[in-house]
């Protein structure tokens, strides 16, 4: 019987999505059959027990899965017996603990998390020129080492022999840490990050929203309001308002066709985003 996989992952640059792709073809390539899902157009009813394996794919913010993203993950069901799990991140830093929240919930609900793995990509905030240099010089090079890594971790993840020795570690992790109280990885964002995204009704997440603007430049085009992952941005009187929904992602301003929007300072053309990366239109124009 064929195996069966469900890859769901969220990226606002590209980085994550590049990775997901990657996954996706190694598991073709093995014979799999694989279904890439957005989490931002994932819907129910969904048919969970088709699926052999789900990957979750996510880019690391402030050393953490997106709050959203660890949000969705919490309303799935138990899994049926012997369904696997793996996990992928994806950040311009290395922080191996990133994963472990998404680690308990799965195994809470009793999937069988066999592998967590991240991967080096560009920084999606471009402070200099030089970074700038050094990011175009360095990009393939980092996309490379990925997609060899990717093949490398599928062949381990569909290695039937490996799983128990994989669990056992993963288990051992996960089990012998305070999950509340983990290491911040020496990552200074950790406590900004889970400030602005978990107490939304405090003032700095506030401050935060009202800090990101929309500019004389604007086109009217709606690309951010029909792209944004939460509908956070809605259009009221022919121009677009971002509301207190927002995650901060920066999707939108990553691609700005006219570079009209900007948070603290940060605009289009001091962000990154993959080459070819084209956010989804999640929902329709408004007349």
Known sequence: MDTKVAIIYFSATGNTEMIAFEYARNFQETGANVDLIRMEEFKEPFPYNYYDFFGFGFPIWGCRAPIWFRNKILQFPEAKIDQKAFIFGTSAGW????????????????????????????????????????????????YNNATLKVESEVREIIAENKNAEIQSMLTYKTESMDIDNLPKSGCILSFLTNYMNTMKKLPGHKFSIKRTKINDNCIRCQLCYKSCPVNAIKWIGNKPLITEDCILCMRCINNCPVNAIETFGIRKGSTYKAPDYSPPILRNEVQ
């Open 95 to 142: 922080y191996s603990d990133a994963a472990i929240p998404i680690i308990k919930i799965l195994k809470e609900k009793k999937y069988n998390v066999v592998r967590a793995s991240f991967y080096k990509m560009p920084s999606n905030i471009i402070i200099s020129s030089a970074q700038e240099k050094f990011q175009k010089r360095f990009y393939q090079k980092l």
